[in-house]
């Protein structure tokens, strides 16, 4: 799988914290607070603190002793260094029950993504619509891809036509992919590629709910 890089060299890890970050900085705002301390960030995030102030220093944000970090220049740190603000053209490829559920979701637009067009190989699904777009079908792909200008695509087919899709989508120029699809895909080491599993994550909550569900139990006997 192709790693995404950043061009502060910010460690992956990192990268991958800043999302979580700029949401609980989100909630801060809508709460009032104009400031917020490395403590309050690392109790909100689960991350520990000196964590914190060690990935915000990656973005040349190191806050003020005694008062803490803005939080509408820490936001706008976090937000450029994740590219949100440039308008990003997403395709989402496989109109099915989570193509449809994903084409109108909104916060992709609060985000910057905008769903730029929508695709699916059966014929019957073509023409429908979502989100004001109209399902084109995947012949018209790399012309689309070309003329809306697609940075990003979502691959919610299949699992079997996942890796068709993904080279379909590389031969038109797509340099990111984001795969709902359960199976892994291959791409040339210049596409960056972020799988999203959701059963495998299921099960990850069924490993904490069985263990909670044990130390319960245990509690009682004792």
């Given at each position: 799988?192709?790693?995404?890089?950043?061009?502060?060299?910010?460690?992956?890890?990192?990268?991958?914290r800043?999302?979580?970050y700029?949401?609980?900085?989100?909630?801060?705002?809508?709460?009032?607070?104009?400031?917020?301390?490395s403590?309050?960030?690392a109790?909100?995030?689960?991350v520990?603190?000196?964590k914190?102030?060690?990935?915000?220093?990656?973005?040349?944000s190191?806050?003020?002793?005694?008062?803490?970090?803005?939080v509408?220049?820490?936001?706008l740190?976090?937000s450029?260094e994740?590219?949100?603000?440039?308008?990003?053209?997403?395709?989402?490829?496989g109109?099915?029950?989570?193509?449809?559920?994903?084409a109108?979701?909104?916060?992709?637009?609060?985000?910057?993504?905008?769903?730029?067009?929508l695709?699916?190989?059966?014929?019957?699904?073509?023409?429908?619509?979502?989100?004001?777009?109209?399902?084109?079908?995947?012949?018209?792909?790399?012309?689309?891809?070309?003329?809306?200008?697609?940075?990003?695509?979502?691959?919610a087919?299949?699992?079997?036509?996942?890796?068709?899709?993904?080279?379909?989508?590389?031969?038109?120029?797509?340099?990111?992919?984001l795969?709902?699809?359960?199976?892994?895909?291959n791409?040339?080491?210049d596409?960056?590629?972020?799988?999203?599993?959701?059963?495998?994550?299921?099960?990850?909550?069924?490993?904490?709910?069985?263990?909670?569900k044990v130390?319960d139990?245990?509690?009682?006997?004792?």
């Amino acid at each position: 799988m192709a790693r995404l890089t950043s061009p502060r060299n910010i460690p992956e890890a990192t990268v991958s914290r800043l999302p979580l970050y700029l949401r609980i900085l989100v909630e801060v705002t809508e709460q009032g607070e104009k400031t917020v301390s490395s403590d309050r960030l690392a109790e909100l995030s689960g991350v520990n603190a000196a964590k914190v102030r060690k990935d915000l220093s990656h973005l040349g944000s190191y806050g003020t002793r005694g008062v803490g970090y803005d939080v509408e220049i820490l936001m706008l740190q976090i937000s450029r260094e994740l590219g949100l603000t440039s308008d990003w053209a997403v395709a989402i490829v496989g109109f099915g029950n989570l193509g449809h559920a994903l084409a109108n979701y909104r916060g992709f637009t609060e985000r910057g993504f905008r769903i730029a067009a929508l695709f699916d190989a059966d014929p019957r699904k073509v023409g429908e619509k979502a989100a004001g777009l109209s399902v084109r079908h995947m012949s018209e792909l790399k012309e689309v891809v070309g003329t809306e200008g697609i940075s990003i695509a979502i691959i919610a087919t299949p699992a079997a036509a996942a890796q068709e899709v993904a080279d379909l989508l590389v031969e038109a120029g797509v340099k990111s992919i984001l795969n709902f699809a359960p199976q892994l895909i291959n791409a040339p080491s210049d596409v960056s590629i972020r799988k999203v599993d959701l059963s495998m994550e299921l099960q990850i909550l069924s490993y904490y709910l069985g263990r909670t569900k044990v130390l319960d139990a245990a509690r009682l006997v004792k």
